[in-house]
């Protein structure tokens, strides 16, 4: 594959490239697909840098998705940081094959229409998007350990589920009113149809912000339920802003969504999970959609730094947000108690069934495993405190 032509977008550079796509992805005919690559603002091609993959929503394709980079106020969510590539691949122009081609998993973006969605099978243009990313890994000077996934709309929809099954390529995933989780949860087997054993690598961890006046959140409980269970990473916002992709109309009603900078996460390192948080608000769904004018949050004012891993010994540091650390109407809590599931181990094994030490500033004692490494109750302060676990 070649550069088809070079383009510069509001300041920055864009890589070009058109091919054909065909059985090898699933496509019952070959068709032309269209990418971009926009490369990072002062690009040395002797270094490494992150990789944001950035799908467009259902009301856009690739070239006007790109005309709306670093447009404030434009689908903010599209915007690449300036030392990061972005990949901006098109699902629009073969639309008329929508079966295949929705980056929301197929036909079935509505929760009352599952019938693709409910199984670990992906669709074409999923194949063909994570061909696409290995093809520019090999390629270009890619820190794979800082590769992220972000969208909006469709695309959101679309960043959940190519990206949060696959936590061996991603390292989080930030999704902008996504339009449905039928996709999402299929792929991960949780709904539907999925292969006996079948398992996704530990997932990334998940930004999400909808709103309870969007249409398109419909069943977001759903997705909340089911890492809530799993005990995996979810920072989750809402307000009633519809289907908004502005992030100064959105922070009108909800401030701290872009506190947390996904870039900080690295695939080959641990982070905790935070379950049943006293400092997580109430979700609108289903109970309160439409009418209810609160927003919310869950779990976005938890922070932490990881010290060690080793075979014998985990160590991370756990805080929460300080009041001036980010500009916001909120009153930032001062403390929260969770369980913390640490997830992405490196060197610490465990089995189910193994004891464990753990000491957390005053607290310690010993937890007897199941299937993660959970530690319950552990309360949380904007003083850091280091959370050590040893066999």
């Known amino acids: 594959m070649n550069v088809q032509n070079l383009a510069v977008i509001n300041g920055r550079k864009i890589e070009m490239f058109h091919h054909e796509s065909g059985a090898e992805f699933g496509y019952s005919k070959p068709q032309t697909d269209s990418f971009g690559l926009m490369l990072p603002k002062d690009y040395d091609e002797t270094k490494k840098y992150p990789l944001y993959l950035v799908l467009h929503s259902a009301g856009h394709e690739l070239f006007s998705c790109l005309a709306t980079v670093n447009i404030k106020g434009d689908h903010d969510i599209y915007d690449t940081p300036d030392d990061s590539f972005g990949l901006y691949p098109d699902c629009y122009r073969n639309m008329a094959n929508e079966k295949h081609e929705w980056f929301w998993g197929g036909t079935a973006a509505s929760n009352d229409d599952r019938d693709e969605a409910c199984t670990t099978e992906l669709q074409p243009v999923e194949k063909r998007v994570l061909a ?41 995933v930030k999704a902008n009113v996504p339009a449905g989780v039928n996709h999402v949860l299929s792929r991960l087997g949780y709904e539907g149809d999925a292969p006996e054993g079948f398992k996704s690598p530990d997932l990334p961890v998940i930004v999400d912000y909808s709103s309870q006046t969007d249409q398109w959140s419909r069943g977001h409980e759903r997705l909340y339920d089911q890492i809530k269970k799993h005990k995996y990473a979810i920072m989750g916002f809402w307000g009633p802003y519809g289907h908004e992709n502005d992030n100064e109309k959105i922070a009108r009603h909800i401030d701290i969504v872009h506190a947390f900078d996904i870039g900080s996460v690295k695939l080959h390192e641990a982070y905790p999970a935070f379950t049943d948080a006293t400092t997580d608000d109430v979700l609108p769904w289903p109970e309160t959609m439409n009418h209810s004018t609160e927003s919310g949050q869950v779990n976005a004012f938890f922070r932490w730094k990881v010290i060690a891993d080793t075979e014998d010994c985990f160590e991370i540091e756990l805080r929460l947000l300080a009041q001036d650390e980010y500009e916001s109407r909120l009153t930032f809590p001062k403390e929260s108690t969770a369980d913390v599931t640490i997830r992405r181990l490196q060197k610490f094994a465990f089995s189910e069934g193994d004891e464990v030490s753990f000491t957390f500033g005053d607290k310690s004692g010993k937890v007897k495993l199941a299937d993660s490494l959970t530690i319950p109750g552990l309360t949380v302060t904007t003083a850091p405190k280091v959370l050590k676990i040893s066999k």
């Not at 794979?144 to 696959?166: D, F, K, Q």
Request: no cysteine; aromatic share 12%.
């Open 132 to 172: 696409t990313l290995e093809w520019v890994f090999e390629n270009y000077p890619v820190d794979r350990e800082r590769v992220y996934a972000v969208g909006n709309s469709m695309g959101g929809t679309g960043s959940l589920g190519i990206a949060v099954p696959r936590g061996d390529i991603f390292a989080a």
